[in-house]
């Protein structure tokens, strides 16, 4: 296509909120056979509400084990940071961010702390085997979607639910993208109840649903995607996304809530919230390619 006419297809793909970094994934957007998207910060809103949230044992009461998590999930950008940091505040506890001495995030997996000298993890089952827990909670696992826990030193001494909707006209993209002939799958690390809630919510639209992820297996599952049924996208906003936005042939990732590493890594960025935009830019790009041939 002519130079005019590309820049003229990208202005018109950003009037509509999609920053498309070139005209040539413009024209990869119209040969999109499968769309895979993130579930948390995605499909769903990002903002979770604190189900139930629990001391496990005697080692730790309340008020000192929402003053490790709070001070600790500070230094995350992860969804459920937000929602563990709101929640001990209104349990009046204020989060010290300047004692934690040591802070590493695990991508799928939770993150890590220390404070006063103590080994503190905070994350889902896959963090138990990291923080090589030994005794594994025998109260039941709390209620609700998503599931974590809070390692101290090698013990459990709390856990936690948090559940998150899905966003306004989720639902309607992925059906608009079925009677584009597109279809749509679900990759996310939370696990598989929250899974199933949001493929509930979006009314079980979706052709297929992975949980329990870590990085590397979305840059798998989108790579399989790839053989097995065409040209993909995927869509995602968060660092544990990065790798897999890269591998997919077109990477969108989310602008207003996303992370930078997603953003860095995929080949265009959504300008809002708003995951309609995704069949109106792959129409876009249709059209695009039928200007070119
Ligand atoms: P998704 O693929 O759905 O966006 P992530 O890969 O970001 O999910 O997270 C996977 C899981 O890792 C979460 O469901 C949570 O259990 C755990 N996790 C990640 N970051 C954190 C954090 N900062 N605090 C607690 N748990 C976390
Ligand atoms: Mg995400």
Known sequence: ?????????????????????????????GEIRVAAFDKTGTITK??????????????????????????????????MAAALIEYS???????????????????????????????????????????????VPETGEPRGASVGYVICDGDVVGAFSLSDDC????PETIRELRTMGIKSVMLTGDNRAAATRAQDQLGGVLEELHSELLPEDKVHLI??????????????????????????????????????AA???????????????????VRLGRRTRRAIV
């Open 167 to 170: 966003r306004t006209g989720a």
């Open 89 to 135: 505040q209104s349990k009046s506890v204020v989060p010290q961010p300047q004692k934690v001495t040591e802070f590493r995030i695990y991508p799928g997996e939770g993150v890590y702390g220390e404070i006063n000298g103590r080994h503190i993890y905070i994350g889902n089952r896959r963090i138990m085997t990291r923080s090589s827990c030994q005794t």
């Open 223 to 260: 790579t399989n995607l790839k053989v097995s049924s065409g040209p993909t996208l995927m869509v995602g906003d968060g660092m544990n996304d990065a790798p897999a936005l890269a591998a997919a042939d077109v990477g969108v990732s989310m602008g207003l809530s996303g992370s930078a």
């Open 1 to 29: 296509s002519t130079p005019v006419a590309t820049f003229c297809a990208l202005l018109r793909a950003a009037r509509m909120g999609v920053l498309v970094k070139g005209g040539d994934i413009l024209e990869s957007l």
């Open 263 to 281: 953003m860095e890594t995929s080949h265009a960025t959504l300008m809002s919230s708003d995951v309609l935009r995704v069949p109106a830019a």
């Open 46 to 79: 990002g903002e979770f509400t604190i189900d139930e949230f629990q001391v496990v044992g005697d080692k730790v009461e309340m008020g000192q084990l929402l003053y490790w998590v709070s001070s600790i999930e500070s230094k995350s950008n992860h969804p």
